[in-house]
């Protein structure tokens, strides 16, 4: 594709990563955590058509969109997430270390990136190595739902949350209890 398609497509899955952060805030209370390894899920078999596929360009737009969804909703589930897992003594601590891990990430990625970019394969292939975090992200996202599941007896981080919503004579959700 040229330059300008190529910068079009990056827009989209900006765009796109927008969007699924809008939609995922609205939902998670609603749906839970298991909403976070979906979004995982959701996005590998995308990301290895592209290793794996000669696709034509609306295959390529389609397969950047849903990723990008993901993505957006993956970065503002996990932190709405992280807000309301921890008790609110240590609510801060554990959230900074949620985004120190991020931006750890963040860091990495790029050396990472250019390691694989300096394989030479061509570029169809380098979106297979893009699948092992998700798949290291869907295997988290698992685990964090088994934990909330025992935290919670539920999915949901706050089942408060989901009686408010329930009940309209509920009180609303305002802090965890330490357990």
Not at 74 to 97: N, S
Not at 112 to 119: H, K, P, Y
Not at 121 to 145: C, E, H, K, R, Y
């Amino acid at each position: 594709m040229s330059i300008q398609q190529a910068g079009q497509t990056t827009a989209l899955f900006s765009a796109a990563s927008l969007i699924g952060g809008l939609v995922v805030a609205s939902l998670i209370a609603r749906v839970g955590v298991a909403l976070l390894p979906a979004m995982f899920v959701i996005a590998i078999p995308l990301l290895l058509m592209f290793a794996t596929q000669e696709l034509s360009r609306t295959a390529i737009i389609v397969c950047v969109l849903i990723p990008g969804i993901s993505f957006g909703a993956l970065q503002v589930g996990c932190f709405t997430v992280t807000g309301m897992l921890y008790p609110t003594a240590m609510r801060v601590t554990g959230a900074g270390w949620a985004l120190s891990v991020g931006r750890i990430g963040a860091i990495f990625g790029p050396i990472v990136g250019a390691a694989v970019f300096s394989l030479q394969l061509p570029p169809q292939q380098m979106f297979g190595f893009a699948t092992v975090p998700m798949v290291v992200g869907a295997v988290g996202g698992i685990v964090l739902t088994v934990l909330c599941h025992r935290r919670f007896g539920s999915v949901h981080v706050d089942d408060r949350v989901r009686q408010s919503q329930s009940s309209p004579s509920a009180p609303a959700a305002s802090a965890i209890p330490a357990k």
